[in-house]
């Protein structure tokens, strides 16, 4: 079993950012970030592709939504993945999910490729 905890959410002024923090407690592969908004289905933002420290081009990948604004990273030491969220509108506010693999390397947009899930952290966004 691994856990996973999330951090950093919080409110933030339009055009401000926040950064989103997600310690497993044990070995993942692919890591990702989901959000849902109130009412809403949960959709996906960002994955990181698993590979072992070495630079892939073309490993992390984002919503439309969010390109350019948003960046996904990962500590392989710390077993944790980060969402630097910058330019943030008040579209963005939503509850962000962490989410992980232990058998996928890469698990793209996909909810269903990921076996386990942090219990969420609250982003709002004022105008």
């Known amino acids: 079993q691994v856990q996973l905890v999330e951090s950093g959410g919080g409110l933030v002024q339009a055009g401000g950012s926040l950064r989103l923090a997600c310690a497993a407690s044990g070995r993942t592969y692919a890591m990702g970030w989901f959000r849902q908004a109130p009412g809403k289905e949960r959709d996906f933002v960002a994955t990181n592709t698993w590979t072992g420290g070495k630079y892939l081009a073309g490993g992390n990948s984002y919503a439309d939504s969010v390109k350019g604004r948003f960046t996904i990273s990962r500590d392989n030491a710390k077993n944790t993945v980060y969402l630097q969220m910058n330019s943030l509108k008040p579209e963005d506010a939503a509850v962000y999910y962490c989410?992980?693999?232990?058998?996928?390397?890469?698990?793209?947009?996909?909810?269903?490729?990921?076996?386990?899930w942090g219990q969420g952290t609250q982003v709002t966004v004022s105008s």
């Open positions: 989410a992980a693999s232990t058998t996928r390397y890469y698990g793209g947009s996909d909810a269903d490729n990921y076996d386990y």
